[in-house]
């Protein structure tokens, strides 16, 4: 299985980006698709996760400003990032997991940088 992010890019406090990653590679689409990220010196950390039902979860930190969203059909996820923050500048990557071979994949990363 494969995992390919995209969306990451250099944006001014405020704005907004959209991450997009797809699965490949696999006959079966994911269970739980999610987003992490890493900052410069610290640990990665979970952003929010998407059940195959739509459930959702999110950090506190993130809520009311970030979207996770999935597309089955695609066996894709997106994460929509709106009112971003110099802390939320972190390389982004995508999870995907399937429960059926206890399996976990994760994409390459993508950056995000937010300037003040």
């Known amino acids: 299985v494969q995992l390919q992010a995209s969306g990451g890019g250099l944006v001014q406090a405020g704005g907004s980006l959209r991450l997009s990653c797809a699965a490949s590679g696999s006959a079966r689409s994911p269970n739980a698709m999610g987003w992490y990220r890493q900052a410069p010196g610290k640990q990665r950390e979970l952003v929010a996760t998407?059940?195959?039902?739509?459930?959702?979860n999110y950090i506190d930190s993130v809520k009311g400003r970030f979207t996770i969203s999935r597309d089955n059909a695609k066996n894709s996820v997106y994460l929509q990032m709106n009112s971003l923050k110099p802390e939320d500048t972190a390389v982004y990557y995508c999870n995907a997991e399937y429960y059926y071979s206890y399996r976990s994949y994760w994409g390459q990363g993508t950056l995000v940088t937010v300037s003040s």
């Open positions: 998407i059940g195959s039902s739509g459930r959702t």
